[in-house]
């Protein structure tokens, strides 16, 4: 087996397992070792991961594991995300006594992601939802003494419970209907033809569970509630990281489906849905985290804009990686400010802080509006991109829905933005600690940077080719 192919990952586990070994021998008061051994391990597997990206796309460990730009990109993105939220942990969960062992469940968690993104069997697909829900569980309900953490940890455990058992299911019909588990015999099997109702049951199964993962409809409930109510940096994990993950995995799947049973408009109601309700639950909010949690929604229905197309090649695919890269730094940047500001959600606890804090509130300003997608931000352009492959892959319908969407999301950010930067305020806001502000600048001026660097990020993924 070419285990070489594997050592990002092979790298991640193993960091896992160290980070729980050290919490689980080293005194309270160094637990945040732990954060020091995570990032250590996400910078060498990201090291390691830009060496796979040169490589031809091929399939590895028997078929079952894809490498290939979109595989790779993927893994950076998660990885890159992972570090932000590692940074911005050890002030956060300073008081915790089990503060050690929490950055061994980001890293599994992370893990399962990757494995998400590069899956080319159903199984091991399976096993990567399965790695990171389980590892998400008890980070969400970190804080087991704060009701909201835990309220927000069951609901997130209970409906993970029954999508991942409707996509184990759905993989259990589909594997009866092809008789194999891997994508290049699924694929050649449903081209020879398939029972149409058991495929759309199954596909439907499919798409359910890994909709869940994505925060998208109709598995989408749990978002708001693990935004709100989870550690500030878990919830800036889990509302990015696995949406990575399950986006890709997602595009591999649909890509192995027959035109026959019309998957790219089911792919498309769930878009239209899923951005619709997200940016109209988010109107009424007046928590930001929430708001924040409900934004994160509805960037799950654009960027299944680029899976419904996806079957028109690279520039569908290369335009979500580049939505995804500008979703995960505006959203991480953004959740940044809020950890700096000592998680204060309140929209009043936001008025006047530009004037008292104005680097922070930069950032979230910037980040905020990429994720409206304002130019020169990185989410400009990973919009403008997913409307042009969404209008040229004849879905021009589905770009004028997400386009009013767009509109509609711009009024909850300025309610943000507005008093943030207008309004007077009598006193200042205390600040969490250093590392927390370095995260939050790093994540904001990433934002601005692959703005400004779009032309060279583009140039990096002309013609993504997936390997199958």
């Known amino acids: 087996m070419p285990v070489g192919d594997l050592l990002p990952e092979i790298l991640l586990l193993l960091g896992g397992v160290g980070c729980i070994l050290l919490a689980a021998f080293t005194p309270r008061a160094r637990q945040g070792l732990a954060a020091g051994l995570a990032l250590l391990v996400l910078g060498v597997a990201a090291v390691l991961a830009v ?24 893994k950076l993105l998660i990885i890159a995300g992972t570090g932000v939220v590692v940074l911005l942990s050890p002030e956060w969960m300073r008081t915790d006594r089990r503060h050690g062992e929490y950055y061994g469940l980001l890293l599994f968690a992370a893990l399962g992601s990757v494995m998400m993104a590069a899956a080319s069997d159903t199984m091991e697909l399976v096993v990567g939802v399965l790695l990171s829900s389980a590892a998400s569980y008890p980070l969400a309900a970190y804080h087991r003494a704060w009701a909201p953490s835990l309220e927000a940890g069951m609901k997130y455990y209970l409906l993970a419970a029954l999508t991942n058992a409707l996509l184990a299911l ?18 050649a099997a449903l081209a020879d033809g398939a029972d149409p109702v058991a495929l759309i049951a199954a596909v439907t199964l499919i798409v359910i569970g890994l909709a869940f993962k994505m925060g998208a409809f109709p598995a989408h409930a749990w978002m708001p509630d693990v935004a709100q109510g989870a550690p500030a940096p878990v919830a800036a994990f889990l509302t990015v990281v696995p949406k990575i ?25 769930v878009a239209v849905v899923t951005m619709t309700l997200g940016n109209l639950a988010a109107l009424r909010q007046t928590d930001v985290r929430r708001l924040l949690g409900w934004s994160s929604v509805s960037q799950s229905g654009y960027a299944l804009m680029a899976v419904t197309v996806a079957a028109t090649g690279g520039p569908a695919i290369a335009a979500l990686l580049v939505f995804l890269a500008g979703y995960a730094v505006a959203n991480v940047a953004a959740f940044a400010v809020v950890v700096s500001w000592r998680g204060r959600t309140a929209l009043d606890d936001y008025r006047g802080l530009a004037g008292t804090q104005p680097v922070p509130a930069v950032v979230l300003v910037v980040a905020l509006l990429s994720l409206v997608g304002i130019p ?13 492959v969404t209008i040229d892959g004849g879905y021009a319908w589905l770009a ?9 999301s ?9 008093p943030m930067v207008l309004a007077p305020r009598d006193g200042d806001v205390h600040r969490l ?36």
Request: aromatic fraction near 12%.
């Open 51 to 74: 060496t796979q990206w040169s490589g031809p796309p091929r399939l590895t460990f028997s078929g079952v594991w894809a490498l290939d730009p979109v595989a790779v990109a993927a």
């Open 170 to 187: 759905g993989m259990v019909l589909l594997f009866g209907i092809v008789g194999d588990t891997g994508y290049a015999a699924t694929a």
């Open 245 to 269: 993950g399950a986006a890709v995995a997602l595009t591999r799947f649909v890509l192995l489906l027959p035109a026959e049973i019309a998957w790219p408009w089911i792919i498309a109601f």
């Open 376 to 388: 020169p931000t990185i989410g400009f352009f990973g919009k403008l991109l997913l409307f042009d």
């Open 400 to 408: 004028v829905v997400a386009a009013v969407n767009t509109v509609m």
């Open 410 to 418: 711009l009024y909850y950010y300025l309610r943000v933005i507005a």
């Open 433 to 468: 600690g250093p590392l927390a502000g370095l995260a939050a600048a790093v994540a904001g001026l990433g934002v601005i940077g692959l703005g400004l660097g779009a032309e060279a990020l583009l140039a990096l993924v002309p013609s993504v080719a997936v390997a199958r």
